[in-house]
């Protein structure tokens, strides 16, 4: 029977190595297919904290 440290350490060191693996694979940029934002804003109606409250 595996002891529970030594089975969470070994379920970190495989997903270490997915990540490791993944980042390798190729150029990652977190912004990467991200949307341009509205060219006009939409009016958001104001709402004081306190009127939210009840």
Request: net charge positive; aromatic share 12%.
């Amino acid at each position: 029977m595996v002891s529970g440290f030594v089975r969470q350490q070994r379920e970190l060191n495989q997903l270490a190595d997915h990540v490791r693996g993944f980042a390798a694979q190729a150029s990652f940029w977190p912004g990467d297919g991200l949307v341009d934002p509205p060219q006009q804003l939409a009016d958001l109606p104001y709402r004081p904290w306190s009127a939210a409250r009840r």
